[in-house]
């Protein structure tokens, strides 16, 4: 699977970006979708997810600014953000997770794509 970011930019504080993630392969729709993030100095962490059903999670420093959603058709995944604030600034991360059963169990997979960075300023 191969993963190819896009949507950042520079954005002033309160303002909206929409991130995308396009996805090749044709099993798009059994993967679970993320977006992480890694801010400068700080380890990478989830924003939100989306399960191969369209279950979501989101980060708590997200909820309510942020929704991610899924495209089947174009095999795509977005992150709508609004109401940035300076701490949203980070390289934000595309992630496909797959499960794969295996003899020995079940096996988790992570494919990621090459961020794509955000900032906004205050």
């Known amino acids: 699977v191969q993963l190819q970011a896009s949507g950042g930019g520079l954005v002033q504080a309160g303002g909206s970006l929409r991130l995308s993630c396009a996805a090749s392969?044709?099993?798009?729709?059994?993967?679970?979708m993320g977006w992480y993030r890694q801010a400068p100095g700080k380890q990478r962490d989830l924003a939100a997810i989306?399960?191969?059903?369209?279950?979501?999670r989101y980060a708590d420093s997200v909820k309510g600014r942020f929704t991610i959603s899924r495209d089947g058709a174009k095999n795509t995944v977005f992150l709508q953000m609004n109401s940035l604030n300076p701490e949203d600034t980070a390289i934000y991360y595309c992630?496909?997770?797959?499960?794969?059963?295996?003899?020995?169990?079940?096996?988790?997979?992570?494919?990621w794509g090459q961020g794509t960075q955000v900032t906004v300023s205050s």
């Open positions: 392969g044709s099993t798009f729709s059994t993967y679970a």
């Open positions: 992630n496909a997770n797959q499960l794969v059963q295996r003899v020995s169990g079940m096996e988790s997979i992570d494919y």
């Open positions: 989306i399960s191969s059903g369209g279950t979501t």
